[in-house]
């Protein structure tokens, strides 16, 4: 009887570890404010790798603003290589969504329409989302049938995954850069013993001059 009870006990504070676990790993999706200039483009970027979910909603939010003349804005989102993701104008609300399948800098451009006027700055709220924090979380318990404890691990087990992945990412971005720097050195090295290669053979022909110059006017 001791022993179960000991047994349980260890489940219940493993459990209470995984859980605190979750908690911590599992990013937590806050949406951020930006001030977005009366004239200008405010921008946000993010480093993400290939096959990355990414989830945004974005709303103007202008307190100061006349009813039903809330400013609108236009919205642009790139990719690394510059393609075109989502493009909106004259909006005040929207949303995007993809799956990324190039690894660099995701661009997110805002800017006002041009019909704007007073020129005053407009808040834009923003709820930029990635990976597993864009998962929706409501669909995967109903569709498998979880909860509690069980949907907290799946939830860890989500988070080590991305964990992971984007340290296999950052592993890869290390070699590359390794790679460069190491071709970088090499070009180097050879350009610097090219260098002392020209130094040395103009100091030769330099020499050999004045030596011709003194014999002609037998000074020596």
């Not at 405010?42 to 480093?47: F, I, Q």
């Not at 400013?71 to 909106?88: A, D, E, F, R």
């Not at 995701?106 to 923003?126: I, K, M, P, R, V």
């Not at 050195?185 to 030596?211: D, R």
Request: hydrophobic share 40%; glycine share 6%.
């Amino acid at each position: 009887m001791a022993q179960n009870l000991i047994a349980r006990a260890r489940v219940a504070v493993l459990f209470s570890v995984l859980l605190c676990l979750a908690s911590h790993l599992v990013p937590i999706a806050e949406a951020i404010w930006l001030t977005v200039p009366s004239s200008g483009t405010k921008c946000m970027s993010e480093d993400i790798q290939t096959n990355v979910v990414v989830l945004a909603d974005y709303h103007v939010v202008d307190e100061a603003a006349q009813p039903h003349h809330t400013p609108t804005i236009s919205v642009k989102v790139t990719s690394p290589y510059g393609n075109n993701l989502h493009h909106q104008e004259n909006v005040t609300h929207g949303q995007f969504a993809f799956t990324t399948t190039e690894s660099g800098n995701y661009l997110a451009c805002f800017w006002l329409d041009g019909q704007h006027e007073g020129g005053a700055e407009t808040t834009l709220s923003l709820d930029w989302k990635t990976g597993i924090a864009a998962r929706d979380w409501d669909s995967v318990a109903r569709k498998e049938k979880i909860d509690g404890v069980e949907l907290e691990l799946r939830k860890l087990e989500g988070a080590v995954e991305a964990i992971r992945e984007n340290l296999i990412y950052l592993k890869n971005r290390e070699a590359d850069m390794r790679e460069v720097s190491e071709s970088t050195n090499g070009k180097v090295a050879w350009l610097s013993i090219m260098s002392l290669g020209v130094c040395i053979l103009v100091s030769v022909l330099q020499l050999w001059h004045l030596k011709r110059y003194f014999q002609k006017k037998k000074l020596i």
